[in-house]
């Protein structure tokens, strides 16, 4: 059983808080900078804005692997490019609009749940010196 206590705080808050870089940084965010996301696609300078924030948003959570691989904080059968395609799908841009926009879920409430998401995606969080489940 995953005990969030027995690691580093910053470790702890870096898988609860991973939130979209900008728009749902905040607890009074709204789904308004999503959908105009998607809603702008088709559009040949918003899809280049669109690849802009996927591809910096990805780089931000594979930064967040490598630090997760290289501490050990993950099981050591997933490599960076599996935990940050696993945090890719907890906290992508089309797991903050399902949960905001068409759930009508709150920031917090959304925030809190994928975090707990993608700790079990992870498949636990391992720590120092803990055996690894399954």
Known sequence: MLRLGAFPPAIVNMIRSLSLLGCCSSPGCSSDSIDLLYASLGDEGAERIWRQVVEGYRGALREAAGVLVARGFVPAHLDVGEVSDRLWFCFGIA?????????????????????????????GLVGPGEPESG
Do not use: H, M, N, P
């Not at 903050?96 to 498949?123: F, I, M, N, P």
């Open 95 to 123: 797991a903050w609009r399902t949960l905001l926009k068409d759930c009508g879920w709150g920031y917090g409430r959304a925030e809190s749940w994928l975090g707990t998401q993608a700790v079990a995606a992870l498949g």
